[in-house]
C-alpha cells in the first residue's frame, strides 16, 4: 500500500489556513488531515464544514476529516457539500457505527473508523469489511504536541493481520505524536498513512516532511 504522509491543520496557524495549506501542497503532503471537535466529545474546538468549504478552492488535496464530534452523522451532508473525501468516525462517538459509517459511502466518501488508545480492536472488527481506512489514535484525542503511546502499536499489528486472515484492503492510518524516530514502528507494524501535527510544523514545513519521507524508504 503507498505511503502516505498527513499533516494536521491543527497545528497551522488559524489565521493563515491558505498559505499554510498551500505550503503543505507544495512540500509534498500526500492527504490533509483535518481534525474537527465539538467541545464535547473532546475538550477543545476547531472548525466545521464551513472552514472545509473556505478552503477547498485553495487545493487539490485529499481532505481527510477527522471527527471528534458526538453525533458524528449530523455532520455527513454538510461535509460532503463543503468537499470533504473522507470521514473518521470514532466508535466511542456513536452507538450506530455500521449505520453511520454506511450513510458516509452512501454520501460518495471514503469511510473510517478510528480507535482510541484505551478502544480494544475488537469492537470495530465488525465493519472492517465496510471501512476504506481504521485509524489508530496513538495519543488520546483533544490536542496537538503529545506523546506518542507505544502500546497502540499492537492494535496496527493486530489490524494488519485480521487485513491479511479476511482478504481485505482497507488502510491503516496512525495520528498522534508522529515524528521521525516514532514512525518507523507504526510503519514496521502495518500503518501506511501517517499523520503528523507539530512535527511538520515545527520548523521547516517541507525539510520536516522530507524527514517523514526519508523514513518510509
Ligand atoms: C489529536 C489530533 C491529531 C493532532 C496530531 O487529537 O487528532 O491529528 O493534530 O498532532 P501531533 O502530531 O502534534 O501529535
Ligand atoms: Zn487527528
Known amino acids: 500500500m503507498k505511503n502516505k504522509i498527513a499533516p494536521s491543520i491543527l497545528s497551522a496557524d488559524f489565521g493563515n489556513f491558505e498559505r499554510d495549506v498551500q505550503k503543505l501542497e507544495a512540500a509534498g503532503a500526500d492527504v490533509l488531515h483535518i481534525d474537527i471537535m465539538d467541545g464535547h466529545f473532546v475538550d477543545n474546538l476547531t472548525f466545521g464544514a464551513?472552514?472545509?468549504?473556505?478552503l477547498r478552492p485553495h487545493t487539490t488535496l485529499f481532505f481527510d476529516c477527522h471527527m471528534?464530534?458526538?453525533?458524528?452523522?449530523?455532520y455527513i451532508l454538510p461535509l460532503k457539500k463543503a468537499g470533504a473525501n473522507s470521514m473518521s468516525i470514532h466508535v466511542e462517538s456513536t452507538p450506530h457505527l455500521h449505520g453511520t459509517l454506511q450513510q458516509i459511502k452512501n454520501a460518495g466518501m471514503k469511510a473510517a473508523a478510528v480507535i482510541n488508545p484505551g478502544t480494544s480492536v475488537e469492537l470495530i472488527k465488525p465493519v472492517l469489511s465496510l471501512v476504506d481506512m481504521v485509524l489508530v489514535m496513538t495519543v488520546n484525542p483533544g490536542f496537538g504536541g503529545q506523546k506518542f503511546l507505544p502500546e497502540t502499536i499492537e492494535k496496527v499489528s493486530m489490524l494488519d493481520a485480521l487485513r491479511t486472515e479476511k482478504s481485505l484492503h482497507f488502510e491503516i492510518e496512525v495520528d498522534g505524536g508522529?515524528?521521525?524516530?516514532?514512525?518507523?514502528?507504526?510503519?514496521r507494524a502495518g500503518a501506511n498513512i501517517f499523520v503528523a501535527g507539530s512535527f511538520v510544523f515545527n520548523g521547516n514545513i517541507e525539510e520536516n516532511i522530507k524527514k517523514l519521507k526519508n523514513k518510509l524508504k
Not at 508522529?178 to 510503519?187: C, H, N, R, V
Open 68 to 74: 471528534m464530534v458526538e453525533h458524528p452523522e449530523k
Open 50 to 54: 464551513g472552514v472545509v468549504a473556505a
Open 178 to 187: 508522529i515524528t521521525d524516530e516514532t514512525i518507523t514502528s507504526a510503519k
